[in-house]
Nanobody, 114 residues
């Protein structure tokens, strides 16, 4: 299973970005999908997750600003990020769970700076 993220980059504080992640390979059914992020020197932290049925969970730091969604027909998960802050700067990783196995993308840089 391969996960490929896209949509990262540089944005000014208060701006928006949308990340996408598409899964390919030997996929039957993807259960949970999600996004994590990591800053150098820190542990990887949860940003948001979504179940196959659409139930979502968010980190407190992004609640109300970020929205996770998915398209099961395309095996794709999205992260709409609004009102971005410099503290949101990190490498963002996509993840999915298939029959209990967890897969990760390579990560994509998001930089929030003026």
């Amino acid at each position: 299973v391969q996960l490929v993220e896209s949509g990262g980059g540089l944005v000014q504080p208060g701006g928006s970005l949308t990340l996408s992640c598409s899964a390919s390979g030997s996929i039957v059914i993807i259960a949970d999908m999600g996004w994590y992020r990591q800053v150098p020197g820190n542990q990887r932290e949860l940003v948001a997750t979504i179940t196959r049925g659409g139930r979502t969970n968010y980190a407190e730091s992004v609640e109300g600003r970020f929205t996770i969604s998915r398209d099961n027909t395309k095996n794709t998960v999205y992260l709409q990020m609004n009102s971005l802050k410099p503290d949101d700067t990190a490498v963002y990783y996509c993840t999915c769970t298939i029959y209990g196995d967890v897969y990760w993308g390579q990560g994509i840089q998001v930089t929030v700076s003026s």
